[in-house]
């Protein structure tokens, strides 16, 4: 079992750039795939990007290729999202989402196991 904690959100202005975190506890954390899924409000819950166990294999959703960087320190059992140049339809919730010997998570949130609460990414105009 492994509980994820997300923080690094708030308010930025368009064009700015964000570091979001996902720390895990528990065991054998390069064994799980960690990755991001976003929630804009009235919006269904959309993939972000995804990061295999050991750091070799990322994923990303194509709207977002470019902007967004995934990346692990497993020696600090966290995962981080990059974001960059920042747009107001960028603002969501942010969760992060880990699945157990998997190289990548779903890309449906109904298929994720394990998830964090969340953090908010407000991009003011």
């Known amino acids: 079992q492994v509980q994820l904690a997300e923080s690094g959100g708030g308010l930025v202005q368009a064009g700015g750039s964000l570091r979001l975190s996902c720390a895990a506890s528990?065991?054998?954390?390069?064994?799980?795939?960690v990755g991001w899924f976003r929630q804009a409000p009235g919006k269904e819950r959309e993939f972000v990007a995804s990061?295999?166990?050991?750091?070799?294999?990322?994923y990303y959703s194509d709207s977002l290729k470019g902007r967004f960087t995934i990346s692990r320190d497993n020696s600090k059992n966290t995962v981080y999202l990059q974001m960059n140049s920042l747009k107001p339809e960028d603002t969501a919730d942010y969760y992060c989402?880990?699945?157990?010997?998997?190289?990548?998570?779903?890309?449906?949130?109904?298929?994720?196991?394990?998830w964090g609460k969340g953090t908010l990414v407000t991009v003011s105009s």
């Open positions: 528990g065991r054998s954390f390069t064994s799980y795939a």
């Open positions: 989402a880990a699945e157990k010997d998997k190289i990548r998570i779903p890309t449906i949130p109904g298929g994720v196991d394990f």
């Open positions: 990061i295999s166990g050991v750091g070799s294999l990322t």
